[in-house]
């Protein structure tokens, strides 16, 4: 809901925020096909997306080979774990 009826001036709210992208990406990149590298990191994005999701967070971007998530509370489930 804070997505769709902000309030007015806002609202502060603690956040958590992931970033993760694929180790070694640049330099595998440059020695393999293109072809196999969009297959690559479709297969990245959609197992980060799976786990991600499943605890909870919202996947902000997709972009290169990084995904963010946002993790909020009372956004899909428990939110931020303390």
Do not use: W
């Amino acid at each position: 809901m804070c997505c769709e009826a902000p309030p007015l001036g806002g609202a502060e709210v603690d956040t958590g925020v992931l970033f993760a992208d694929m180790r070694g990406y640049t330099a595998l990149s440059e020695k393999t096909p293109p072809e196999d590298v969009a297959r690559m990191v479709n297969r990245f994005y959609s197992l980060a997306s799976d786990v991600l999701v499943a605890h909870d967070a919202l996947i902000n971007k997709l972009m290169g080979d990084e995904v963010m998530a946002l993790f909020l509370p009372g956004g899909r489930g428990q939110g931020i774990r303390q």
